[in-house]
């Protein structure tokens, strides 16, 4: 279970910020057998951003990366003495140590970018959990599956059942749960289109010719529901109609990671 660490392995400012970063990990769960979209985009974004700020880091694949999670959520870094989870927190983590990608940027631009990032987390992030776990297709011929593959019978058929149950709770806070299929996608076209028009004719978010935080998390997130195979992929059929955001992806796949045979229309 979550333990109560994750405010003081953040909390910097009564450390010293010159100490040096090294031995760095990230845990996620598997990638081919067991990750799902929604822990997938994040921690591809997580990865992004820690390529594109310089940092060498060792991925730990673990079936039970959730549970060892200050938050309860994926992925998180090892960074001693800090475990640190989620893409915000490791953002402001290694900022705090000198690591970031925004920091000359105005208040205002700074400001701008954390609502766009406030906006990817608030439409992306919910939308993916509602395909994954409430839609029924998607939850019984690949949800179940993956999610439980690792743990043996009965304890995946309770793990799978706790864990919906914990975001069915979240959504329907939200007000998610009880949205439509069609209503799910309007919210992720209408936050494409959002992102479309601030991108415009740029290479990367800031308009700069370097990509920041906005430009890694959109990349987790966009490349990974175009790459991901599901039952009527209506996500992807979604973000593939928005050119300027599949070819920025496209940028940074092959800026920071090794060429991979993924065709993006």
Same mark, same amino acid.
Not at 84 to 90: A, G, K, L, Q, T
Not at 179 to 184: E, G, L, N, S
């Given at each position: 279970?979550?333990?109560?660490?994750?405010?003081?392995?953040?909390?910097?400012?009564?450390?010293?910020?010159?100490?040096?970063?090294?031995?760095?990990?990230? *845990?996620?769960?598997?990638? !081919? +057998?067991?990750?799902?979209?929604?822990?997938?985009?994040?921690?591809?974004?997580?990865?992004?951003?820690?390529?594109?700020?310089?940092?060498?880091?060792?991925?730990?694949?673990?079936?039970?990366?959730?549970?060892?999670?200050?938050?309860?959520?994926?992925?998180?870094? =090892?960074? @001693?003495?800090? $475990? !640190?989870?989620?893409? @915000?927190?490791?953002?402001?983590?290694?900022?705090?140590?000198?690591?970031?990608?925004?920091?000359?940027?105005?208040?205002?631009?700074?400001?701008?970018?954390?609502?766009?990032?406030?906006?990817?987390?608030? #439409?992306?992030?919910?939308?993916?959990? *509602?395909?994954?776990?409430? @839609? =029924?297709?998607?939850?019984?011929? !690949?949800?179940?599956?993956?999610?439980?593959?690792?743990?043996?019978?009965?304890?995946?058929?309770?793990?799978?059942?706790?864990?919906?149950?914990?975001?069915?709770?979240?959504?329907?806070? $939200?007000?998610? *749960?009880?949205?439509?299929?069609?209503?799910?996608? @309007?919210?992720?076209?209408?936050?494409?289109?959002? $992102?479309?028009?601030?991108?415009?004719?740029? +290479?990367?978010?800031?308009?700069? =010719?370097?990509?920041?935080?906005?430009?890694?998390?959109?990349?987790?997130?966009?490349?990974? #529901?175009?790459?991901?195979? $599901?039952?009527?992929?209506?996500?992807?059929?979604?973000?593939?109609?928005?050119?300027?955001?599949?070819?920025?992806? =496209?940028?940074?796949?092959?800026?920071?990671?090794?060429?991979?045979?993924?065709?993006?229309?």
């Amino acid at each position: 279970m979550p333990c109560p660490l994750l405010m003081e392995s953040i909390n910097l400012e009564l450390e010293g910020q010159e100490q040096e970063l090294k031995n760095i990990t990230l *845990y996620q769960p598997y990638e !081919v +057998e067991q990750i799902l979209l929604p822990d997938n985009a994040n921690c591809l974004a997580v990865q992004a951003f820690l390529k594109m700020v310089g940092i060498e880091f060792q991925i730990e694949p673990r079936s039970n990366a959730e549970y060892m999670s200050p938050s309860g959520r994926v992925p998180f870094i =090892k960074c @001693d003495p800090y $475990l !640190v989870s989620e893409f @915000d927190n490791i953002v402001q983590f290694l900022g705090n140590k000198g690591k970031s990608l925004s920091e000359h940027l105005s208040t205002n631009s700074k400001a701008e970018m954390r609502a766009y990032i406030s906006l990817v987390n608030n #439409i992306f992030v919910n939308a993916e959990l *509602y395909i994954c776990w409430v @839609d =029924k297709n998607t939850l019984n011929e !690949v949800t179940k599956p993956r999610h439980g593959s690792v743990y043996p019978w009965p304890l995946n058929h309770f793990l799978n059942w706790q864990k919906r149950k914990e975001v069915i709770k979240k959504l329907s806070v $939200l007000g998610w *749960y009880n949205k439509t299929i069609d209503q799910v996608c @309007d919210e992720v076209k209408q936050c494409c289109t959002a $992102l479309s028009a601030k991108l415009e004719n740029n +290479e990367y978010f800031s308009g700069e =010719k370097t990509p920041n935080e906005l430009d890694a998390l959109v990349f987790g997130h966009i490349f990974t #529901i175009i790459t991901t195979p $599901l039952p009527g992929n209506k996500l992807a059929t979604i973000v593939q109609g928005y050119p300027l955001l599949t070819r920025l992806c =496209k940028r940074i796949e092959n800026s920071i990671f090794s060429p991979q045979a993924i065709e993006m229309k």
